[in-house]
């Protein structure tokens, strides 16, 4: 969900965002990659890893297919859901349980849980056309988003069989990406043709949590420390990580990367992700910090 930038009139505000640009960029953590690739497969992207070192992600099988798949130590699961051409795995908790979505036959997001090889679709609150399981924590509660019948864009949060609806103020549309343990949960949203921003959500408050410097902001995930990471934009083209991390923000690339896009953390200083080499053929990385 790219947005269109809008423009800062005020210089005073303009020197502001510069210095704290330039204070973001003094912290140093050193992130070491290892680079994951599906065999066969054109391209590997992660979307998360649990506590036990378990990644999820999809990748790229040819022909337009992409298809979802758990790597657990040299084990290799490839997941299909029955009823989808394209299959997404976005997150796994403890327990095993994938958190993820799937497009059926007429072209329409859905979203989904797996475990041990079982299917459970989690379609969205009443009125949703469409809708993308996005995360799972170690106590089942799930987060994603949906479309209603307007086409507008919510978050949700799935407790059970019961959705609320999650919609930061002002916003137009919201995705709700990733919760923790203890239910704090990260969004990202627009409000109309603005930049795509960040925020944290408490159970009773949205807090801002943008990248200083960026031009959009994609929290993904978010530990049981609170620590986030995202994936953000300085411009139109180029895309980095990024990881809050005990209130500051950390700045990372791939080493062979294009771009750059931070997906997955755990409570072990592991995060996970995807990047763009110079030859366009995307790969997977685990990165620790």
């Known amino acids: 969900m790219r947005a269109c930038k809008t423009l800062l009139l005020v210089s005073g505000f303009v020197l ?16 070491k990659f290892t680079t ?14 649990n506590n036990a070192g378990v990644i999820v992600g999809q990748y ?21 859901h029955p009823n989808g051409s394209q299959t997404v795995c976005n997150h796994i908790n403890s327990s095993g349980v994938i958190a993820g979505h799937y497009t ?19 379609p969205g ?14 106590k089942g509660l799930v987060v994603g988003s949906y479309s209603d019948s307007a086409g507008t864009q919510h978050g949700f949060l799935l407790n059970g069989k019961k959705y609320k609806t999650l919609d930061v103020p002002s916003a137009t549309a919201t995705v709700a990406s990733g919760i923790n343990i203890k239910g704090d949960i990260v969004l ?10 960040s925020s944290l959500y408490n ?3 949205y807090k801002l949590i943008n990248v200083p410097g960026a031009l959009e902001s994609y929290a993904e995930d978010i530990d049981s ?35 750059t896009y931070g997906a997955g953390i755990n409570d072990h200083d592991v995060v996970v992700g995807f990047f763009t080499p110079d030859n366009n053929y995307g790969g997977g990385f685990i990165a620790t910090y």
């Open 188 to 197: 990202f949203w627009v409000n109309g043709a603005g930049p795509t921003q």
């Open 60 to 80: 790229q099988a040819g022909k337009g297919i992409t298809r979802g798949f758990m790597r657990d130590g040299d084990k290799l699961t490839r997941i299909d």
């Open 125 to 138: 609150p009443a009125g949703a056309i469409s809708s993308a399981a996005n995360g799972i924590n170690d």
């Open 16 to 31: 502001m965002f510069m210095i704290a640009a330039i204070a973001a960029d003094a912290p140093t953590l050193t992130f």
């Open 36 to 49: 994951v690739r599906v065999p066969g497969a054109l391209t590997t992207s992660l979307g998360g890893i």
């Open 225 to 259: 420390a609170g620590d986030v990471v995202y994936q953000w934009f300085p411009t139109d083209f180029a895309a980095w990580g990024a990881l809050l991390h005990n209130g500051t923000y950390y700045k990372f690339s791939h080493p062979k990367s294009m771009d």
């Open 203 to 205: 159970g009773k408050t």
């Open 104 to 122: 059926d036959s007429s072209g329409t997001s859905r979203g989904f849980l797996y475990l041990n090889g079982k299917f459970t679709d989690i």
